[in-house]
């Protein structure tokens, strides 16, 4: 199937580097973070997610830090991986509203 | 295996013509999504269903339609109405609508619609 990522931002990380994938969230009033990562041609995976009353979360090889004050989430990759070559989507979330996504990034990993 | 299935993967329209998209999971989640995502789009929500014989209208509900007559079962019609359906169409569900760590939404593996 034709790629949904064309026309995205682009990480490019060698294997074994650490990435780091940014997204700015647009609602002061979010409370509720989470990442998908998607491979072409597939739904998005549920990555990892923080509540606002957390900075930072970790989780196995990837790492979340959000910064309410800046309204900025980050994801961190330790020793990327082919396999972790996608498309990274953020989502915010207010209680009892529909999540809304991010444009996505596109992370391509050099072997 | 617990999940959600989409079907079909691939489906082909005909300009004035209607289709139906099938989403159904045994996660017994009350909540369930539709989402539409274009090239270099993120994803957009459609519909979505907090409970059973409940459904909502998201951000880019015209040209489409919903039921929501059994838990498991959240078909999408996409109508004649919709001007540029083509699109990849992703389902998801939550166990309930109020999202917090542990209970998020789950993804099915999309249907590509395009329109011939």
């Known amino acids: 199937g034709e790629s949904v990522g064309l026309h995205l931002p682009t990480l490019s990380v060698q294997e074994g580097d650490n990435s780091i994938i940014n997204c700015a969230y647009s609602?002061?009033?979010?409370?509720?973070f989470i990442w998908y990562k998607q491979e072409s041609g597939k739904g998005p995976q549920f990555i990892i997610d923080?509540?606002?009353?957390?900075d930072k979360r970790q989780g196995q090889r990837v790492t979340v830090l959000l910064n309410k004050t800046v309204k900025h989430l980050s994801l961190q990759i330790a020793a990327t991986q082919p396999g972790d070559s996608a498309v990274y989507f953020c989502?915010?979330?207010?209680?009892?509203?529909?999540?809304?996504f991010g444009k996505g990034t596109r992370l391509s990993v050099i072997a | 295996d617990g999940g959600i299935t989409q079907s079909p993967k691939y489906l082909f329209r005909k300009e004035g013509q209607n289709v139906t998209l099938s989403c159904e999971q045994n996660?017994?989640?009350?909540?369930m999504y539709w989402y539409r995502q274009d090239p270099g789009q993120g994803l957009r929500l459609i519909y979505y269903?907090?409970?059973?014989?409940?459904?909502q209208k998201g951000d880019i509900a015209e040209g489409y339609s919903v039921s929501r007559e059994k838990k498991e079962s959240f078909p999408l019609t996409v109508t004649s109405a919709q001007k540029n359906p083509t699109a990849f169409y992703l389902c998801?569900?939550?166990?309930?609508?109020?999202?917090?760590?542990?209970?998020?939404?789950?993804f099915g593996e999309g249907s590509w619609l395009t329109v011939v």
């Open positions: 998801a569900s939550s166990r309930d609508y109020g999202l917090i760590s542990g209970n998020t939404i789950y």
């Open positions: 609602n002061s009033a979010s409370d509720y």
């Open positions: 923080i509540r606002s009353n957390m």
């Open positions: 989502a915010e979330n207010m209680r009892n509203t529909p999540l809304v």
């Open positions: 996660l017994n989640h009350d909540a």
């Open positions: 269903s907090q409970i059973v014989n409940d459904f």
